[in-house]
């Protein structure tokens, strides 16, 4: 976990990011597959944006959050999901008691290789994991221009977010695979400046910091907005793997 803590501040702005981060995209669905009568872990499950998925796809869900007040969104939101406090590190259910893991926006805060010796200890002989980041496309030139606002780019406690999940070679998972699909959002100005507050980066920021970008932030998305509106290029990616035979 990043020095200053970040990853556990989320809850802070737990109903923002329910409500304004980015959701699974619809082709999330056909990655992940008819999820009826199998067992599924959401690690770092947040407020539940992919958990909802997970139960629509059919899957009898468990979910894991560190932070209480993003658990509180996701067990309102989700009172039929199993819902624990934990950490990837440290999974609070049995050995080999899921046919698959699922990890959204989360696996860049995890410590190694802890995190992934728990997913393996989880899963069942040849369950699959899924590490997946939803966000903004990169090497959208306008897109670049509001996502440098987020970092203080001297701030030693960031962390990239990634986009595959990379093993060890005696990591217990074979044949990784990495995925990626590119969609679009369409969001209002306000839709998209509210999501910037959800942010590590801007999390941490003072209060003179966090106005300085605001005021840079709003002017920059005013300046690519067509009549208030904006197509925002998104990709899904990351990396799914199988759990060796032990």
């Known amino acids: 976990m990043a020095n200053d803590g970040r990853g556990l501040r989320f809850g802070s702005v737990a109903q923002q990011y329910d409500r304004f981060r980015p959701p699974p995209p ?5 990655l992940l597959g008819d999820l009826t009568g199998l067992d599924v872990l959401d690690v770092g499950a947040g407020t539940g944006l992919w958990t909802r998925l997970l139960v629509e796809l059919g899957g009898s869900v468990t979910a894991v959050e560190p932070d209480g007040e993003m658990r509180a969104v996701l067990e309102r939101r989700s009172p039929q999901v199993r819902s624990l406090a934990g950490s990837a590190e440290s999974l609070p259910v049995r050995d080999a008691s899921f046919d698959v ?3 959204s926006s989360a696996w860049h805060w995890f410590d190694q290789p802890a995190a992934t010796n728990e997913m393996a200890r989880v899963l069942r002989d040849n369950a699959r994991l899924f590490v997946l980041w939803n966000g903004f496309s990169r090497n959208v030139a306008w897109l670049s221009r509001l996502t440098e606002l987020r970092e203080n780019p001297r701030d030693p406690n960031a962390r990239a977010r990634g986009w595959s999940a990379v093993f060890a070679d005696d990591a217990p998972f074979v044949d990784p695979l990495d995925v990626e699909v590119d969609w679009m959002w ?8 509210a999501v910037f507050a959800t942010y590590s980066g801007a999390i941490v920021k003072s209060d003179e910091d966090r106005l300085a970008m605001e005021v840079e932030l709003r002017r920059r998305i005013n300046e690519v907005a067509v009549n208030g509106v904006l197509e925002v290029p998104m990709t899904l990616r990351g990396t799914i793997a199988a759990r060796s035979a032990r």
Do not use: D
Not at 186 to 193: K, S
């Open 186 to 193: 369409t969001r209002t100005v306000e839709q998209l400046f």
């Open 26 to 30: 619809r082709e999330a669905a056909g």
């Open 101 to 103: 893991v699922v990890v």
